[in-house]
């Protein structure tokens, strides 16, 4: 499957449970067109994630995900020997080893020999493939979501620079692997800290805000079909309200959805001060923040 036009992404990554912005299917669209990585920037919960997994699931493809951390280095991402699966062959086949360095006259003819025979503990078989190798070396096409990137260290985001250009990985003892499709690759970052120039560069750039009203409207339609029409209406424009407040956390669309969720078990039809009080700690994470939204009430709702 490939999508044919920017309102085809629109619909397919819709039955794919993803409401997009028209910018949003753009660069999705050009990605594709361009084979590029997109960078996607935005504040928490706003999709970022989500939207490589729509993608995947709209294209029919497997989604391969690297998530992020400190610390995160190349054998976590790229490829693991694995020693313990090779020591335990080298005990099973003890007897062959014996074999290869009988009648060795020193030892460093004996390690000669054995050298001579790593291919067989250095092949395929004791590989453990991480995302970056499974995402290239992948016999059919996949969506790539390298998930939260900011939070890796500046030098692992220079070894993606290098993977992302060629789309290949050198394997001192098995060869270099190319990548026979190459990915659609998807990096998220939560403004942790800002990406060098030099992998913005590579990438198309799509920042994620807090959506308009009637893009949230649809997400919640779509997520929560037995909500009413006027709660809907009434939620998104006290969320809109209390998201242009100074706060430290300020609600994402999965607490927009939580919330709509829990006005519903609590049997809310019409939103009052009152409600919005008693159901805050859904959407408010932070004690500074509910005091905050509590003293100002009667600006959020009337
Ligand atoms: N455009 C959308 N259409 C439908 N659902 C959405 C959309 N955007 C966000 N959601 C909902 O919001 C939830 C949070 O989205 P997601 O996990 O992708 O956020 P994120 O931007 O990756 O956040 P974080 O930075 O915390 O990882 C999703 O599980 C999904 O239910
Ligand atoms: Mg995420």
Redesign the pocket.
């Known amino acids: 499957m490939k999508f044919k036009s920017v309102e085809h992404v629109r619909t397919e990554l819709e039955s794919a ?4 912005s028209r910018t ?1 299917a753009t660069v999705v669209f050009l990605a594709q067109a361009t084979q590029k990585p997109v960078l ?1 920037e ?10 490589s ?2 993608v995947a699931q709209s294209l029919q493809r497997p989604l391969i995900r690297l998530q992020c951390y400190e610390g995160l280095d190349e054998s976590k991402a790229l490829y693991e020997w694995e020693y313990a699966k090779q020591l335990l062959y080298t005990q099973m086949v003890k007897e062959k080893i014996d074999d290869v360095i009988a009648g060795a006259g020193s030892l460093s003819e004996a390690v000669d020999r054995i050298a001579s025979q790593e291919d067989a503990f250095f092949s395929e078989r004791f590989i453990q493939p991480r995302p970056l190798l499974q995402a290239i070396a992948a016999p059919e096409p996949v969506v790539l979501l390298i ?2 990137v900011d939070k890796s260290d500046p030098e692992f985001e220079a070894f993606l620079l290098e993977v992302l250009s060629d789309f290949q990985i050198s394997i001192p003892e098995l060869g270099t692997r190319k990548a026979v499709n190459i990915p659609f690759v998807f990096l ?1 970052s ?1 403004d942790s800290r800002d990406m060098s120039d030099a992998l913005k560069r590579r990438c198309i750039h799509l920042y ?1 805000d807090y ?1 308009e009203r009637d ?1 949230e409207l649809a ?1 919640i339609k ?2 929560i079909p037995q909500i009413k029409q006027r709660l809907a209406g009434q939620l998104i424009d006290t969320i809109h309200k209390i998201r242009n407040l100074d706060l430290k956390k300020k609600p ?3 607490e927009t ?1 939580d919330w709509a969720q829990s006005l519903i078990s609590l049997q809310v039809e019409d939103l009052s001060a009152e409600k919005v009080r008693d159901t805050l700690n859904v959407i408010c994470k932070y004690r500074a923040d509910l005091e905050q939204v509590k003293e100002k009430m009667e600006k959020i709702i009337n």
Do not use: H, W
Not at 17 to 20: F, L, Q, R, S
């Open positions: 449970d993803y409401i997009c949003i996607v935005g504040p928490a919960g706003v999709g970022k994630t989500e939207l997994k729509a998930d939260e998220t939560n994620i959506p893009l997400i779509l997520k994402c669309i999965s959805l």
